[in-house]
């Protein structure tokens, strides 16, 4: 028996889940978000907890991609000024540094442009003389230090301020509870969930959004008739939390082992350090940061701060989806893709990839894409200048 009807249901209850039940909600449809253990329990808990640009992906040309999340990263410090601050980032150049000054000063300036040029955009150069006020920052072979500036958040908090946006403005929560199938008809999808300790109930949507994340095929592999698995790699990206709080600002510095970005930052009285990028092909239920991952991480920790020899206190590892690709990671698009059940009309999109920062721009395009299948109501929100807190 179907116990509710809804414009739209969200599988999922991370950033973006939650980001397309706002999003939703704002344009005057009922909808509902089904989630089977808590909001943010997955990827989105395990974040860099950054709201960024993306400096790293002007390397790679991806200049929209640079130029939506910044964009974004402004709604969210105008609309969220109490979880999203802005923090002065350095990034140490050495003579074994992939980039030297003059190509960062480069990419700085684009990125300023890119941001819109105002006065908390801009970049500088850091005076030798104030190195060591570095939070001991190596200054053996360093050649410069270049200061901007990005935004750092409590990746939970912001998610769950999202939601409780989404509920005031009529959204459904169903948490905790799994999904269990869905089954299309021709005007939409009878899905089954379970609520904790309750029967199997049944709900119609008119359209489905599934942002599952990493279980995203999972949730294909439930729909009759059959979805496409999406083809998409997982991708771990590992964290430590040390003792002792790094605290002039997000420090940007390069693996000893690869090269690669690696950010040390403050969090709650501790530090930060993050990411890794490593296939994984395991149980997403049992993600969690590898030996050496964890050596990986340190050894780049006391490369640039070899006074501090603490050990961890904690380590954490999440899932990003990337689209499966020949060659190494930065082969990979960054792009979100948005893989439908049909071409025309589509009734069913998957949210596969997606960046915090750009959360709510990927639920907007995202309900842009199943606009033929809803109907049309009058919207009674705008989350652009929505207030979170």
Not at 34 to 57: N, P, V
Not at 88 to 117: D, K
Not at 199 to 227: D, Q
Not at 248 to 270: K, L, S, T
Request: hydrophobic residues 40%; proline residues 6%; neutral net charge.
């Amino acid at each position: 028996m179907i116990s509710e009807r809804y414009d739209l249901v969200v599988i999922g209850g991370g950033i973006h889940g939650v980001g397309v039940a706002q999003a939703a909600a704002a344009a005057g449809h009922r909808v509902a978000l089904i989630e089977k253990e808590r909001l943010a329990a997955g990827t989105s808990s395990r974040s860099s907890k950054l709201i960024h640009g993306g400096l790293r992906y002007l390397a790679q040309f991806h200049l929209p991609l640079v130029r939506t999340s910044l964009h974004e990263r402004e709604i969210l410090l105008r609309i969220a000024p109490r979880l999203v601050r802005r923090v002065p980032f350095y990034i140490p150049v050495y003579p074994e540094s992939r980039y030297g000054s003059f190509r960062l000063h480069a990419g700085l300036t684009l990125y300023s442009l890119l941001g819109g040029l105002g006065s908390d955009s801009r970049f500088s150069r850091v005076d030798p003389e104030e190195y060591g006020a570095l939070d001991g920052l190596t200054t053996e072979s360093l050649r410069a230090v270049f200061r901007y500036t990005d935004a750092q958040t409590d990746d939970v908090e912001l998610t769950q301020a999202v939601m409780r946006s989404a509920k005031q403005l009529g959204a459904v929560l169903l948490c905790p509870a799994l999904f269990r199938a869905a089954r299309q008809d021709g005007a939409g999808y009878e899905i089954e969930f379970e609520e904790a300790d309750g029967p199997v109930r049944r709900c119609f949507a008119a359209t489905v959004v599934n942002a599952a994340g990493p279980w995203i095929n999972r949730v294909h592999a439930l729909v009759s008739p059959a979805l496409d698995p999406y083809p998409a790699d997982l991708v771990q990206g590992a964290h430590l939390v040390l003792p002792q709080e790094i605290h002039r600002g997000v420090y940007y510095v390069e693996a000893i082992a690869d090269r690669r970005p690696v950010f040390v930052m403050p969090w709650y009285q501790n530090t930060l350090i993050g990411t890794t990028e490593t296939l994984f092909d395991g149980d997403p239920e049992n993600v969690r940061a590898t030996d050496r991952e964890v050596e990986y991480l340190l050894e780049t920790y006391r490369r640039y701060f070899p006074e501090r020899t603490d050990e961890p206190i904690s380590s954490f590892a999440g899932l990003r989806v990337l689209p499966r690709a020949k060659g190494g990671m930065n082969a990979r698009s960054r792009e979100t893709a948005f893989p439908t059940d049909r071409k025309h009309n589509p009734r069913w999109v998957t949210i596969a990839g997606g960046k915090l920062t750009s959360y709510r721009s990927t639920a907007e395009r995202a309900l842009a894409i199943l606009s033929g299948a809803l109907p049309v109501e009058r919207p009674i929100a705008d989350t652009e200048t929505l207030s979170l807190g």
